[in-house]
């Protein structure tokens, strides 16, 4: 009759263990079969540089619904454009990235504190976010009073300039036009006295003209 082992199962364990820690032991590098090499993401923020940088959790209003409706919470930026100066409010989702604002900051554009919570302020946009521009109304929500009124602060400031340099340039616009109607008033001012000049001329030349043919007809 075959014999039956009695040994405790504890001790092929050891023995499974010393083995695998003798492999281990050898020193041996095992080369990795992929190689993953480094992709470069870019944003399209390159070109821009960061004015604001705050944490926040967005939200916008659902008009169907009647209800504010979550859209990320993440990094909110202001963005000014390296070339145009133009500026930008962007915000993406911290994990993914996903953005969940993304619109111009242009004249008439206004902030104002969120009714009831003075951590959080409403503004209305034409946004992109989606791939298409929509009229949306947005409500930001940050983790302190003072994070919140640097973010109203910085809004107003850029809608404030971008209106200023409106302002300033339908001013040298008009500017411009003045100066090209007085340049036109002026040099047809120059040009009758030429006109005149020339009308006397030819008022004499005839005079002449007159009194040699008078003196060319005979006397009866």
């Given at each position: 009759?075959?014999?039956?082992?009695?040994?405790?199962?504890?001790?092929?364990?050891d023995?499974?263990?010393?083995g695998?820690?003798?492999?281990?032991?050898?020193?041996?590098?095992?080369?990795?079969?992929?190689r993953l090499e480094e992709?470069a993401?870019t944003?399209?923020?390159?070109?821009?540089d960061?004015i604001?940088?705050l944490?926040?959790?967005?939200?916008?209003?659902d008009k169907?619904g009647?209800?504010?409706?979550?859209r990320?919470?993440g990094t909110?930026?202001?963005l000014?454009?390296?070339d145009?100066?133009?500026?930008r409010?962007?915000?993406?989702?911290s994990?993914?990235?996903?953005?969940?604002?993304?619109h111009?900051?242009?004249?008439g554009?206004?902030?104002?504190?969120?009714?009831?919570?003075?951590?959080?302020?409403?503004?209305?946009?034409?946004?992109?976010?989606?791939?298409?521009l929509k009229?949306e109304?947005?409500c930001?929500?940050?983790a302190?009073v003072?994070?919140c009124k640097?973010?109203?602060?910085?809004f107003?400031?850029?809608?404030?300039?971008v209106?200023?340099k409106?302002?300033?340039?339908?001013?040298a616009s008009?500017?411009?036009?003045?100066?090209?109607k007085?340049?036109v008033?002026e040099k047809?001012?120059?040009e009758?006295?030429?006109?005149?000049?020339a009308?006397?001329e030819?008022?004499?030349?005839?005079?002449?003209?007159?009194?040699?043919?008078?003196e060319?007809v005979?006397?009866?």
């Open positions: 009759m075959a014999s039956i082992s009695n040994e405790p199962e504890h001790e092929h364990r023995e499974e263990e010393s695998a820690n003798e492999d281990e032991d050898t020193g041996a590098q095992v080369a990795p079969i992929v992709v993401v944003t399209g923020e390159e070109d821009e960061t604001l940088d944490k926040s959790k967005l939200y916008r209003f169907d009647g209800q504010w409706k979550e990320g919470a909110v930026k202001f000014k454009r390296k145009s100066g133009k500026i409010l962007v915000m993406r989702q994990k993914t990235l996903k953005i969940c604002a993304n111009l900051v242009i004249s554009m206004s902030v104002q504190e969120h009714a009831g919570n003075d951590k959080s302020c409403v503004w209305h946009a034409r946004d992109f976010s989606d791939g298409e009229d109304l947005f930001i929500r940050f302190s003072e994070n640097a973010f109203m602060q910085k107003k400031e850029v809608a404030e300039s209106e200023e409106e302002e300033s340039k339908d001013a008009d500017t411009a036009g003045l100066l090209e007085l340049t008033e047809k001012t120059e009758k006295p030429v006109e005149k000049v009308s006397a030819a008022e004499k030349e005839k005079a002449v003209e007159e009194k040699k043919t008078e060319s005979p006397s009866t």
